[in-house]
């Protein structure tokens, strides 16, 4: 590939395209009295014959001659063939412009409703596109095949008999689908490029396309159905950087670029390709109550024992007020790809089967009951409000699975997604405008949260079997706690009523 220097190019940020084409973008490269002839061959072959829904070919020509431009336009015929090809170009470039510039320039160029990224050294598998575009749903904005040659779950090895798909964090960019309107958003924010020139000639710049879509609540996936046999590190062996023997030291200052753009906690991610079911969220203020630490570990054991111990990420937040505690443990799930997010206090005791329990029941927003801790003594869900604007407590107990207006965030369970539509909705300036994602005002952070989640739509559900003790400042509460207190309530009021009575009965 050349040149170490990382060119620049133009972008053009009003894009139009054509719904239900793909774009397929592949760059090449021909160094002179290389083999890669045969690589492009078997690439193109292949997508010529398979590709079975609507699609354009772009190839981007790299450093072109009049050699490898006949070789390439030769192929036009035979992708036309193909009913599907509604369009077939080579756009050719005098310089190098690597993997990056090629993406870049093939991205600007293209007209369809989805992008795919594939490198010059693959052979696809029969109906691969339209396998592909099945794995889509309303907030995916990946998705990528598996290989023999590729690094992390994406390895043909991981599958198992029944797999279809995976969610994770990030995925390679040996093939790579994407929908146009999700790359169109990551140029709307501080990246002024689709692909980062500084990863050129490539290397890492994927996971940076990820890490930018991921930030912004897109999800990717993994379609486990779907086969592409990769050669691998074709081009790269002619590069001059690149050392076989020691790849490492090509790739790890784009890894070092990764870490300088979006954090040490975000290279974590690099770690943890797969998402976790249950991200459970503990917003801290460092005053962790003993029998809830003691309790803790084996509320972990269950859920790791019933969904996994991948499927199940622990967060605690930085020492911090509970509204911004709560708004760190957000950012964390999100950054993890987590599919929930499980609050629970750290002053509660709850059943060592909560989440499993709340997991399975795959709402978009449930919890247990939770009780206030001082008297009076109610259950934190609440349905109605009273004539002065309060919030009525709910007192259905032990009847299953109930809806209700607003509920605490002790011990909730929220889909990530909804999360990620509310924070999509408010935008970054309304959100710090009013004092964050969670926030204080008449009523407390988790209140206002819920009310706003159910004025979007969302259905509040609470287990109503499910107790959790609140550690209050004297004594466990929980629903005994309350009965006995209602009851002892009752008692006091009626005596008063006597007394009142008495005291009005004539001498």
Known sequence: ??????????????????????????????????????YIKWTLDSLAKVTDKPFEMI????????????FLKGFEQQFLKNKHCKGFKVLMHTKNMGWTGAIQIGIEESIGEYVNFTNDDLVFEDKWLSKMLKHFKPNTAAVGPTSNFVSGLQDIRYNK??????????????????KRSALDDIIRGPDQYYIDPKFFPGGSEEIDVCLRLSKMGYNMYIAKDVFIHHFGSRSLKYFGEYNETNP?????????????????????????????K???????????????????????????????????????????????????????AIMYGAEYLMFLDDDMLPPYDIISRLYNYQKDY??????????????????????????????????????????????????????????????????????????????????????????????????????????????????????????????LKEMRLQKGRNNNKPN
């Not at 190019?9 to 290389?34: E, R």
């Not at 190839?59 to 006949?70: A, C, H, Y």
């Not at 991200?279 to 005053?287: H, M, N, R, S, V």
């Open 366 to 491: 449930i919890s247990g009951i939770a009780y206030k801790r001082n008297e009076p003594y109610f259950p934190c869900i609440f349905t109605g409000k009273n004539k002065s604007g309060v919030w009525m407590p709910d007192t259905r107990l032990k009847q299953g699975l109930i809806k209700v207006d607003i509920t605490g965030l002790s011990c909730a369970m929220i889909k990530m997604d909804i999360i990620k539509n509310l924070i999509s909705k408010l935008g970054d300036e309304k959100i710090k405008k009013r004092g964050g994602l969670f926030y204080f005002n008449r009523y407390g952070e988790d209140f206002n949260f819920t009310e706003e989640l159910k004025k979007n739509g969302i259905d509040i559900f609470v287990d109503s079997n499910m107790i959790v003790d609140h550690l209050g400042r004297r004594l466990k509460v929980n629903d005994q706690t309350y009965l006995s207190y209602t009851k002892q309530q009752e008692a």
């Open 59 to 70: 190839i981007f020509d790299n450093q072109t001659t009049k050699d490898s431009e006949k």
């Open 1 to 38: 590939m050349g040149t170490n220097k990382s060119p620049q190019y133009k972008i053009n940020k009003n894009m139009k395209y054509k719904k239900g084409l793909t774009s397929i973008i592949m760059p090449a490269w021909i160094p002179k009295g290389s083999d890669k002839k045969q």
């Open 161 to 178: 008999k029944g797999d279809y798909e995976e969610k994770v964090n990030f995925l390679i960019g040996f093939c790579m689908l994407l």
């Open 248 to 276: 490492m030291a090509f790739f790890q200052p784009r890894l070092d670029i990764l870490k300088e753009k979006h954090g040490e906690d975000a290279m974590k991610v690099l770690g943890i390709q797969h998402c976790p």
């Open 278 to 332: 249950v991200a459970l969220g503990i917003p801290t203020i460092g005053q962790s109550d003993s029998l809830f630490l003691a309790d803790y570990g084996w509320v972990l054991h269950d859920a790791w024992s019933n969904l996994g111990l991948n499927n199940v990420l622990p967060i605690i937040s930085p020492r911090n007020v509970v509204h911004i505690g709560r708004a760190e443990v957000v950012k964390k």
